[in-house]
C-alpha cells in the first residue's frame, strides 16, 4: 500500500477547519524547552543503512548498561533476572503477530494467556478480579482515581507523601482534564510512614485515599489503619505496587482493606529497556465495581459442544461502546508484556516467588547493614523489602554522577525526584535484587567511603 502525504493545501485545509493558525499550535500544551527548533544534533540528514548503523553502535558505547556495572537503581523500575524461556516463548508467531483478540475462534491462545495472567495478578494483589493489563503503574494509577470518582460521586483525591512523583505527575496531568481535585505532598525523610498524617488530612469528600506499598522511600504503610479510616470517609483506598516481586514476601494489598490495587509489572518478566514499554496492572476487590473497571476482560465460557473456551467478557472502552459511556480511552493493553509476565511468574510459581522475594530481601539487609558502617552514610529506614533510603550529608546528585563515572551506578537520589525540595537533596534510593552479588554490595560501600570521605 502507498503512502500518500498531504498536500500543503491539504495540511491548510484542516488547521483551518480545527481552527488552529499553524501546526506548531497544536504543540502549545508541549513546553517549549522541550521541543525540537530542528534536527536532532548529533545525526546525518542522510546516509547509507551501513553508515547509519556504525554511527548507532558509537553511540550506543557511551551507554552503561545495567550488566556492565554494579547496579542498585530502581525507584519504580527494577533489574530483575529474566529466563532465556520468556523470551523464547513469547516470540512464537502466535503470541507475537497477534493483534487485538476480537475474533475468539481464532484468538484462543491469546485470550487464554490473559485469562491466566488475570488470575495470577488477582492472587498476587489478593483481589477479585484483575483486567487484562493498561498501559504502565502511573496510568493505571490515574484510572483507579478516575474510577473511584464514578464509585463514590466525589471529585478529590488524597494521594499520600510517599506515591512516586511520577505518579503524581501523571495524575495531576490528568486531572487538569476532568476538572478533579488533587492533594498531594512530598514525603519527610522520617524511618517509619507517618499513617497518622495522612489520616489528619482525610475529608469527608474525598473519592480515594492512594497509598504506595512499599513506598517511594522503601517503607511500609500499614494499609489496614488507612483503609479503616478512608472508609469512615465514604472514601476508597487504592494501592499502588511498583514492585510485584515485594508481594511474595509482604500481605497483598487487597487482603488488609485496599478497594483497588495497581501497579508496574516490569519487574517480572519484562526487562529495563530503556525504560518502556511497561506493564500496568490493575485489580478491584468487589466484584460489584467490575462494570467501572478500565480495559478489558478475558472470560472462561463453554462453545456449543461444551468444550472449554475463552472470550473477551467485558470491554468498557470507548472501542467497543458509546464513548459517552466509556470509562476510560485506553485502546489496548500491554499484550507482549502481559504475556512475558504470566510466563516468567508460571515458571517461578508460588514457591520460586517467595524465594525470589526471600533473596531479594536477604541481600537488600546486607547491604544496609554494610552502608551502615561507611562514614557519613545514615540508613534511613527501619523496615524495607529490597529497597531503602540512605541520607548521605550532602546532595546526593554529585554523588551519583562521581561514582557513576567509576562504572558504580549507586541508586537514585532524591533530588533527581523532587528537584525543588532541598531538604531532600542529600537522600539516596538504594534498590537490591537478585541480580545483585555480595560483591557489588561492596564495590558500592568502598566508592562511597572513598567519595564521602
Known amino acids: 500500500m502507498r503512502y500518500l502525504p498531504l498536500t500543503d493545501t491539504d495540511r491548510s485545509a484542516m488547521l483551518e477547519t480545527i481552527g488552529a493558525s499553524d501546526i506548531d499550535a497544536l504543540f502549545a500544551d508541549v513546553p517549549e524547552e522541550a521541543r525540537l527548533s530542528g534536527p ?56 507475537l503477530t497477534a493483534y487485538t483478540p476480537y475474533q475468539p475462534e481464532i484468538a484462543q491462545g491469546t485470550l487464554q494467556m490473559l485469562f491466566e495472567f488475570q488470575s495470577q495478578v488477582a492472587r498476587l494483589y489478593g483481589c477479585a478480579v484483575a483486567n487484562a493489563s493498561m498501559y504502565d503503574g502511573s496510568t493505571a494509577c490515574w484510572e483507579a482515581i478516575s474510577m473511584a470518582g464514578r464509585i463514590t460521586k466525589k471529585r478529590r483525591a488524597l494521594l499520600s507523601r510517599g506515591l512516586h512523583p511520577h505518579y503524581v505527575n501523571v495524575v495531576e496531568t490528568m486531572a487538569k482534564f476532568t476538572g478533579d481535585d488533587i492533594a498531594s505532598d512530598w ?30 522511600l522503601g517503607r511500609l504503610p500499614d494499609l489496614q489503619k488507612i483503609a479503616d479510616a478512608a472508609h469512615d470517609k465514604g472514601a476508597l483506598l487504592i494501592v499502588a505496587n511498583t514492585e510485584p516481586v515485594a508481594l511474595g514476601a509482604i500481605e497483598a494489598p487487597g487482603n488488609l482493606g485496599a478497594d483497588i490495587v495497581v501497579g508496574e509489572g516490569q519487574a517480572i518478566g519484562v526487562g529495563l529497556q530503556f525504560g518502556g514499554p511497561y506493564l500496568g496492572l490493575f485489580a478491584v476487590t468487589n466484584e460489584k465495581h467490575v462494570r467501572q473497571m478500565p480495559g478489558r476482560l478475558c472470560g472462561e465460557t463453554v462453545d456449543a459442544e461444551g468444550k472449554r473456551g475463552f472470550v473477551l467478557t467485558l470491554s468498557t472502552r470507548e472501542q467497543h461502546i458509546r464513548r459517552e459511556k466509556a470509562t476510560s480511552n485506553i485502546c489496548t493493553n500491554s499484550g507482549l508484556c502481559a504475556l512475558a509476565f504470566s510466563v516468567h511468574m508460571t ?62 551506578l549507586a541508586g537514585v537520589s532524591l533530588g533527581r525526584l523532587y528537584p525543588n525540595r532541598e531538604e531532600l537533596a542529600d537522600g539516596l534510593v538504594v534498590a537490591v535484587t537478585e541480580t545483585t552479588s555480595e560483591q557489588d554490595i561492596e564495590t558500592l560501600a568502598a566508592a562511597l567511603e572513598e567519595t564521602l570521605t
Open 40 to 95: 536532532i544534533e548529533g545525526l546525518p540528514m542522510h546516509a547509507s543503512e551501513m553508515a547509519v548503523e556504525k554511527h548507532m553502535r558509537r553511540l550506543s558505547k557511551k551507554n552503561l548498561a545495567a550488566a556492565d556495572a554494579a547496579f542498585f537503581l530502581g525507584a519504580g523500575a527494577y533489574r530483575h533476572h529474566v529466563p532465556a524461556s520468556v523470551d523464547h516463548i513469547i516470540q512464537r508467531g502466535e503470541f
Open 187 to 216: 514525603p519527610r525523610l522520617e524511618a517509619q510512614y507517618d499513617e497518622d498524617a495522612l489520616i489528619a488530612q482525610m475529608t469527608d469528600d474525598m473519592s480515594c485515599v492512594v497509598v504506595q506499598y512499599p513506598d517511594i
Open 347 to 408: 515458571l517461578l510459581g508460588e514457591k520460586g516467588l517467595r524465594a525470589l522475594a526471600a533473596e531479594n530481601h536477604r541481600l537488600a539487609c546486607l547491604a544496609a547493614d554494610r552502608l551502615a558502617q561507611v562514614p557519613g552514610v545514615t540508613v534511613l529506614n527501619e523496615s524495607f523489602f529490597n529497597e531503602f533510603t540512605v541520607r548521605l550529608g550532602q546532595d546526593a546528585r554529585a554523588v551519583v554522577r562521581r561514582l557513576a563515572d567509576d562504572g558504580v
